[in-house]
């Protein structure tokens, strides 16, 4: 399924890692690589499952759902990037692979809502 083949490019914020060292911003690489960690964390403290294995489109790594990690690494590699890449390329990967994640049902959408506001938290205090 190719939404399930483009949402692989969000695994662990490889697509933002990419651009961060295509673009020289390591600031940026940084940065979700600290959306991930904190992301992580959060998940193994809130622990929620994942919708139910038969609705799923695609399989994941882990059980666990709260918050979305395509979602936090999504929205902190778009915002650093963004401060000296074109914003609307950026902004529009980042939905996409978090939408995708809801698409593929393997996310509540509550998961990408706190996954997009812990992104974007992480990226203003790494500033």
Known sequence: ???????????????????AVAARRWDAARTVALAYAANQLVKLIVRRRRPAIEGRLTSTLSDLSYPSA????????????????????LWALAAALAGSRLYLRVHHPTDTLAGVALGGAVAELTR
């Not at 936090?72 to 390329?89: F, I, K, M």
Request: aromatic content about 8%.
């Open 1 to 19: 399924m190719l939404v399930a083949r483009f949402s692989l490019l969000g695994e662990h914020g490889a697509a933002w890692f990419v651009i």
């Open 70 to 89: 395509h979602a936090a690494t999504s929205v902190a590699g778009a915002r650093r990037l963004s401060e000296t890449l074109p914003a609307a390329p």
